[in-house]
């Protein structure tokens, strides 16, 4: 059974910065279509940060040069750095792993691309 365990979100203040992580179990799948989304507050859940096809990454459009999206090829582990975070980056955070290489969506990051979720790990941001 695969297991996605997400961690490190918490409370920051505005301009602060947190490390998300996700540590997969029971998922063998080396180097495939991984991601974070998130949901705010009211609103519909949204691609922050895709890595697929190695070391392909996309990111949505309002990350704008303030996260980043890594794994360890060692255990399919994915991190999101986060830093200059807003308010508006408030929102529950969730890994996404597929099991091919590639996501159909691609830049769009679409939530059918991917099989299996992570429960989600709050973030929250104080102004």
């Known amino acids: 059974q695969v297991r996605l365990q997400e961690s490190g979100g918490g409370s920051v203040q505005a301009g602060g910065s947190l490390r998300l992580s996700c540590v997969p179990s029971?998922?063998?799948?080396?180097?495939?279509?991984q991601a974070w989304f998130r949901r705010a507050p009211g609103k519909e859940r949204e691609g922050v940060a895709v890595?697929?096809?190695?070391?392909?990454?996309h990111y949505g459009d309002f990350v704008k040069g303030r996260f980043t999206i890594s794994r360890d090829t060692s255990n399919n582990g994915l991190f999101l750095q986060m830093s200059d975070l807003q308010p508006e980056d408030t929102a529950i955070y969730y890994c996404?792993?597929?099991?091919?290489?590639?996501?159909?969506?691609?830049?769009?990051?679409?939530?059918?691309?991917?099989?299996?979720w992570g429960q989600g790990t709050q973030v929250t941001v104080s102004s």
């Open positions: 890595i697929q096809r190695g070391t392909v990454t």
């Open positions: 029971g998922y063998g799948y080396a180097n495939r279509c």
């Open positions: 996404a792993a597929s099991t091919f290489y590639a996501c159909d969506s691609g830049s769009r990051m679409s939530e059918e691309d991917f099989r299996y």
